[in-house]
């Protein structure tokens, strides 16, 4: 079967930099891409990755390495507003988007 | 601005009384979807719709219909609902199925709660 495996919660503390891991098994393999999401709202597009690096976008940034099955998403000068939970998905041979079940991450002052 | 709208945001029903949630998009993308997401669980997709043609997942239960009477309206009805149906009802949209990053914009979703 497909899974997505994400730690289900992590903390860390303002203005520090926290690392979310994602691995992955999947029929195959089109894209991975993370979203956020704040408690009761739906999730928004952070980033996408469909080859092996890094992409950076401001104090977000996120690795895949497509050999190893994994990727994760670096959060740098974390502020308050950050604290939500972080799904990672990918997109399989068939287009279809595999999700994770969330990484809620609790940030404390 | 162009946007995801889902109404209601909070639906209250009883046990079996059917209930109906509505998506409309200003992004003129061709592909909605429908998600059920239960609380520190991934999305679930129910079904899409790649323009008209409408996509059902093997699992989704028959309890569960959509509509998309036009490009901007998409409707799920919930015929019976039962305890177990309670979730978030995420709708999203995308501009295609396949290409690139295709990200999915969602609507705020609505919040189903069955008595």
């Known amino acids: 079967g497909q899974n997505i495996d994400q730690p289900t919660e992590m903390t860390a503390t303002e203005g520090a930099i926290v690392q979310i891991n994602c691995t992955y098994q999947?029929?195959?393999?089109?894209?991975l891409f993370w979203y956020q999401q704040h408690a009761g709202e739906a999730p928004t597009f952070l980033s996408y990755?469909?080859l092996d690096g890094l992409e950076e976008k401001g104090r977000f940034s996120s690795f895949l390495s497509r050999s190893k099955g994994y990727s994760y998403l670096l959060l740098k000068e974390l502020q308050m507003k950050d604290s939500a939970s972080y799904l990672c998905?990918?997109?399989?041979?068939?287009?279809?988007?595999?999700w994770g079940a969330g990484t809620k991450l609790i940030i404390k002052p | 601005d162009a946007m995801v709208i889902q109404n209601p945001r909070y639906q209250v029903t009883q046990f079996g009384k059917p209930v109906t949630l509505s998506c409309s998009q200003t992004?003129?993308?061709?592909?909605m979807y429908w998600y059920q997401q239960k609380s520190s669980q991934a999305p679930k997709l129910l079904f899409h719709?790649?323009?008209?043609?409408?996509?059902n997942e093997a699992d989704t239960p028959d309890n569960f219909q959509s509509r998309r009477p036009n490009t901007s309206f998409c409707f799920l009805d919930i015929r019976s609902p039962g305890l177990g149906d309670a979730a978030m009802y995420l709708c999203?949209?995308?501009?295609?199925?396949?290409?690139?990053?295709?990200?999915?914009?969602f609507g705020a979703g609505s919040r189903l709660t069955v008595l």
């Open positions: 998905a990918v997109r399989d041979s068939n287009y279809q988007l595999i």
């Open positions: 719709y790649y323009d008209k043609d409408f996509n």
């Open positions: 999947t029929s195959g393999f089109n894209g």
């Open positions: 999203a949209t995308s501009g295609d199925r396949v290409t690139g990053a295709n990200v999915l914009t």
């Open positions: 992004l003129n993308h061709n592909v």
């Open positions: 990755n469909v």
